[in-house]
């Protein structure tokens, strides 16, 4: 056989001869082929399928009835509605209403109940919401300029839109206003950190929605929006510890409760709803970003 | 028997909690599409707090909100559940959030989300095949 | 009485609103549903006389899960549009509709 790398140029030359090399191929019988065997075709794959079908459909069916059966049942013994005869309706609520103005005083004893009696439940429920965020930004993280702008060029630009544009200059304001206002009042009035920290959150997110997605992330950068959620957080752990420390050790604490009904009263409650509300907020508003874009 | 069915007829309420509890429990077992799965997971958590909130109302007392310095408990209903509730949809946007993340992970990777084909996808995978 | 009545009517709002979720065919109307049962539910705390939860409800439920889940419903490319949708899009992006599309559309109507 002729070297491959001179072949071209013997070519080209007229110094190959084809018909001596077709000869020599034909002498030589040709192998036979190894059998193809397919270890996963398609009529095994239909017929597990079906199998396990049935067997899921029954079992999720069984199951569902069942907890359905023993769920009715429960509810068949429990006490009746609007009873306030019923066991759940005891000391505990007593003490939580009538002291609870004297001891917290929050005027909204709901307010007062998440946020002093059992504070710790909320400080773990704002640890699960910055887990959350924690976890989308590792899913969800997509950094790097190129990548972020493929994503972003599918959305339409409703900064063309000359009725949105003008409506959203008036009322993001407006929004991020009434947000605040019913974070700041969660001790006098319905409302509290959670709704005022989404509110001020969906006036962030129409901004984001209408500029586009690199203004926003110039306005609003991913740094601001971390420390904001480490300094909430941390003065909360912070704030409560001493609470906690003066309480249970009986020493007097410099943080008084105030006169009720008014804004800067409750103790520590308006300061804690204050940054609940920063860590709900930017929690949203992080989960918006990162499912449009994949970079805050 | 027919004192528990009129007790059930009376928590009328807590019988629509357990349904849609029943509901959202049959969405999570029966759909093969992955977002669906997701909403049936809300789903059954609103039927969670409605079945927690119902066991603080108290009829003819109102909103757990001291007004005019009347604090007797005889005025307001139990602000326990409520306090319970409050915590519950929070988290249950937590896990919304995430669960919607790990979707879009998958449809990423897989670009299906049919439960039937994921399963054959990666069953096949794990045995070395080349779906 | 009367409240009795609204508070039914709401409760079987409830659970048609998620029957219906459950038996939608596409993805999308499952979300549009699912918004509705987020309002519904709002009200139904506020019969229950409890304010602080119908606001969190309403801005969390109504408000952020529903926008998460159309997020994903983009990232999953499972939005589906009509035509006027459509059209409404490409004047928005500055792309004028082709000859071609114009007389798709003329010859629809």
Not at chain 1, 28 to 33: D, G, L, N
Not at chain 1, 261 to 275: E, H, Q, T, Y
Not at chain 2, 73 to 97: D, E, F, K, Q, R
Not at chain 2, 108 to 115: A, D, G, Q, S
Request: proline residues 4%.
């Amino acid at each position: 056989m002729p070297n491959e790398k001179n072949l071209l140029r013997r070519w080209l030359n007229g110094q190959v001869d084809w018909s001596a090399m077709l000869e020599q191929q034909q002498t030589e019988p040709p192998k036979a082929a190894a059998p193809y065997e397919p270890h996963w075709d398609a009529a095994d794959a239909r017929r597990a399928v079906r199998r396990g079908q049935w067997a899921y459909t029954t079992l999720a069916v069984a199951s569902c009835l069942l907890l359905a059966l023993f769920l009715l049942l429960t509810v068949a013994n429990l006490p009746p509605y609007g009873s306030d005869s019923a066991p759940t309706v005891n000391e505990v609520a007593q003490r939580y209403v009538e002291k609870g103005t004297e001891e917290t005083g929050a005027v909204n004893t709901v307010a007062g109940l998440i946020l002093d009696y059992r504070a710790f439940d909320t400080l773990g429920e704002s640890f699960v919401l910055f887990t959350a965020m924690c976890a989308v930004t590792m899913l969800m993280n997509a950094p790097g300029r190129r990548r972020v702008r493929k994503l972003d060029q599918d959305i339409v630009d409703y900064y063309q839109d000359p009725i949105i544009r003008t409506v959203c200059k008036m009322v993001i304001p407006i929004i991020l206003l009434f947000g605040i206002y019913i974070l700041l009042n969660g001790h006098l009035s319905p409302g509290g950190g959670f709704s005022g920290g989404a509110i001020m959150a969906s006036a962030l997110i129409i901004y984001a929605l209408v500029w586009g997605g690199e203004r926003a992330a110039k306005a609003i950068p991913a740094k601001t929006v971390r420390i904001i959620v480490l300094c909430a957080l941390g003065f909360y752990a912070c704030s409560k510890t001493y609470s906690f420390f003066t309480g249970s050790n009986h020493l007097p604490s410099i943080i008084s409760t105030g006169t009720p009904g008014r804004i800067l009263s409750a103790g520590l409650i308006l300061p804690l709803n204050v940054s609940v509300g920063f860590v709900v907020c930017c929690t949203m508003y992080s989960f918006y970003m990162y499912f449009r874009r994949g970079d805050v | 028997m027919n004192g528990m069915f009129s007790h059930l007829i009376e928590n009328y309420q807590a019988c629509v909690a357990v349904v849609l509890f029943a509901i959202g429990m049959c969405m999570l077992l029966f759909d093969k599409n992955l977002l669906k799965k997701v909403i049936g997971l809300d789903i059954m958590d609103s039927g969670t707090f409605l079945l927690l909130a119902d066991r603080g109302y108290i009829t003819g007392r109102s909103v757990p909100i001291i007004s005019d310095g009347v604090t007797d408990m005889a005025h307001y209903i139990n602000p326990l559940p409520a306090g319970l509730v409050l915590t519950g949809i929070v988290v249950s946007v937590s896990v919304s959030a995430l669960m919607l993340g790990l979707t879009i992970r998958i449809y990423n990777k897989y670009h299906t989300l049919n439960m039937d084909a994921l399963y054959l996808i990666m069953s096949n995978r794990r045995k070395g095949g080349r779906i | 009485m009367i409240m009795t009545i609204f508070r039914l009517i709401l409760l079987v709002g409830l659970i048609v609103c998620a029957a219906a979720t459950a038996l939608a065919k596409k993805p999308m109307q499952a979300v549009i549903i699912y918004m509705a049962f987020s309002v519904i539910m709002s009200v139904v705390w506020i019969m229950l006389e409890s304010p602080d939860l119908a606001i969190t409800e309403a801005a969390v439920g109504a408000g952020i899960t529903s926008l998460l889940l159309f997020l994903t419903l983009r990232r999953l490319n499972l939005i589906d549009q009509d035509e006027a949708h459509r059209r409404h899009e490409e004047i928005l992006k500055k792309k004028a509709p082709t000859a071609e599309q114009k007389e798709e559309a003329d010859h629809a109507q």
